[in-house]
């Protein structure tokens, strides 16, 4: 391994940020395949592939913005249930990750572990393809209306988040502690 590709190597770890405003501009859904596969080579303890995945076509996206806008409605109001809708409905890209639920406590905090590493992997190798994401795990993830829609046993599974992709328009700066702050080197 040279350093140089290395170096770039970080530079995709470190330069991924969660994307909010995205371009209009759709995503090829090969690649998306391909992120998928590559995501499932995540470490996954006993080898349970405890993920699914459940790309949305544009009838399970209107019916996801329709319950946005139901959700927003009971808590906010109609004004702010129109204005999510329309910010949602510039998602271009939905994905949603599920994990297989597990009646052994630690074999299902693992499979959730496994899963976030999939999703993490996924976000890279799309980052590296410039495509930009976010993963959601808000309120719509947990309602069971959002279950049915993408076609989810709540005994069998849950959401590990909904994922939006697509060409960013605007990427965010963020910052993270310093190495000191999170490492400990002991003796
Ligand atoms: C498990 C998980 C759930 C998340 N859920 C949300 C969410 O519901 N809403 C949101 O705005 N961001 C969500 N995020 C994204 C984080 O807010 C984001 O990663 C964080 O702000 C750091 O930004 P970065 O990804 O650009 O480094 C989630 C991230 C993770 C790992």
Same mark, same amino acid.
């Given at each position: 391994?040279?350093?140089?590709?290395?170096? #770039?190597?970080? @530079?995709?770890?470190?330069?991924?940020?969660?994307?909010?405003?995205?371009?209009?501009?759709? $995503?090829?859904?090969?690649?998306?395949? #391909? %992120?998928?596969?590559?995501? =499932?080579?995540? !470490?996954?303890?006993?080898? =349970? #592939? !405890?993920?699914?995945?459940?790309?949305?076509?544009?009838?399970?996206?209107?019916?996801?913005?329709?319950?946005?806008?139901?959700?927003?409605? &009971?808590?906010?109001?109609? &004004? %702010?249930?129109?204005?999510?809708?329309?910010?949602? *409905? @510039?998602? !271009?890209?939905?994905?949603? $990750? =599920?994990? +297989?639920?597990?009646?052994? @406590?630690?074999? &299902?905090?693992?499979?959730?572990?496994?899963? *976030? %590493?999939?999703?993490?992997?996924?976000?890279?190798?799309?980052?590296?393809?410039?495509?930009?994401?976010?993963?959601? *795990?808000?309120?719509?993830?947990?309602?069971?209306?959002?279950?049915?829609?993408?076609?989810?046993?709540?005994? +069998?599974?849950? $959401?590990?988040?909904?994922?939006?992709?697509?060409?960013?328009?605007?990427?965010?700066? &963020?910052?993270?502690?310093?190495?000191?702050? $999170?490492?400990?080197?002991? !003796?």
């Amino acid at each position: 391994m040279d350093e140089r590709s290395l170096r #770039e190597f970080a @530079e995709v770890l470190r330069g991924r940020r969660t994307i909010n405003v995205f371009l209009q501009t759709p $995503v090829p859904e090969k690649l998306i395949r #391909e %992120a998928i596969e590559v995501a =499932t080579w995540a !470490p996954n303890h006993h080898v =349970t #592939e !405890p993920w699914r995945f459940y790309l949305l076509g544009d009838e399970s996206k209107e019916r996801c913005l329709d319950l946005c806008r139901e959700i927003v409605l &009971q808590k906010k109001g109609p &004004q %702010a249930a129109d204005f999510k809708r329309r910010n949602w *409905s @510039e998602k !271009p890209g939905w994905l949603v $990750v =599920t994990c +297989q639920r597990s009646d052994d @406590e630690l074999l &299902q905090r693992e499979n959730y572990a496994a899963c *976030s %590493a999939a999703i993490q992997t996924m976000m890279l190798y799309l980052w590296k393809a410039d495509v930009g994401s976010k993963w959601s *795990s808000g309120d719509i993830t947990k309602d069971s209306r959002f279950l049915d829609i993408v076609g989810i046993d709540p005994t +069998q599974a849950f $959401v590990v988040g909904l994922i939006w992709y697509g060409y960013p328009k605007i990427t965010p700066a &963020q910052s993270r502690k310093e190495l000191e702050d $999170v490492l400990a080197n002991l !003796p």
